[in-house]
T-cell receptor
Framework: GAGVSQSPSNKVTEKGKDVELRCDPI?????LYWYRQSLGQGLEFLIY????????KSGLPSDRFSAERTGGSVSTLTIQRTQQEDSAVYLC?????????????FGSGTRLTVV | KQEVTQIPAALSVPEGENLVLNCSFTDSAIYNLQWFRQDPGKGLTSLLLIQSSQREQTSGRLNASLDKSSGRSTLYIAASQPGDSATYLCAVRKDYGGSQGNLIFGKGTKLSVKP
């Protein structure tokens, strides 16, 4: 597609439930990133995928968070047993390559509210 | 650890003014720096990308400069318009010698341009 697509745009879930957030990057972009933006906070890096390499999971805040990327394209971020502090906007970005030369293109985000 | 600071946190100006947003970073070993715009409830829109070897980039009424040695970047907006009202984010990508690197974000400057 023309841009990075994220779904759903909004998600309200009950505390303790699992949620899945989807990201469809720009076609041909090999690098994919997940960030989290909490109210009043800056963007927090979560996880990074580059081609077929093992993902960089160094930003995941707990083992309740996981992500996968199938076929080097679509990515799913899963949060198990959601907590209220997980409420945030989850942003996905893709880049033509992971070498650093290219800029990031962000999706519109998924606003997650845990009640 | 790389830290990115943006000053001021908020700025209100009358329409037509020229203005400067500031960004500073603690580690000068960066690969590039990217300025983004974020509208309320939206994702990030890339404005300008400056590679570490470059001094400035221009797009329309926007001009971004980079002084890597002093750890500073500025975003200059000429003849501001109410439509420029948004939060402006600065992000740096660490230089890992050509390998992957994540964007480190500042907390942004919230700009309000009053008609």
């Amino acid at each position: 597609g023309a841009g990075v697509s994220q779904s759903p745009s909004n998600k309200v879930t009950e505390k303790g439930k699992d949620v899945e957030l989807r990201c469809d990057p720009i076609s041909g972009h090999t690098a994919l990133y997940w960030y989290r933006q909490s109210l009043g906070q800056g963007l927090e890096f979560l996880i990074y995928f580059q081609g077929n390499s093992a993902p960089d999971k160094s930003g995941l805040p707990s083992d309740r968070f996981s992500a996968e990327r199938t076929g080097g394209s679509v990515s799913t971020l899963t949060i198990q047993r959601t907590q209220q502090e997980d409420s945030a906007v989850y942003l996905c970005a893709s880049s033509l390559a992971g070498t650093g030369f290219y800029g990031y293109t962000f999706g519109s985000g998924t606003r997650l509210t845990v009640v | 650890k790389q830290e990115v600071t943006q000053i001021p946190a908020a700025l209100s100006v009358p329409e037509g003014e020229n203005l400067v947003l500031n960004c500073s970073f603690t580690d000068s070993a960066i690969y590039n720096l990217q300025w983004f715009r974020q509208d309320p409830g939206k994702g990030l829109t890339s404005l300008l990308l400056i590679q570490s070897s470059q001094r400035e980039q221009t797009s329309g009424r926007l001009n971004a400069s980079l002084d890597k040695s002093s750890g500073r970047s500025t975003l200059y907006i000429a003849a501001s318009q109410p439509g420029d009202s948004a939060t402006y984010l600065c992000a740096v990508r660490k230089d890992y010698g050509g390998s992957q690197g994540n964007l480190i974000f500042g907390k942004g400057t919230k700009l309000s341009v009053k008609p």
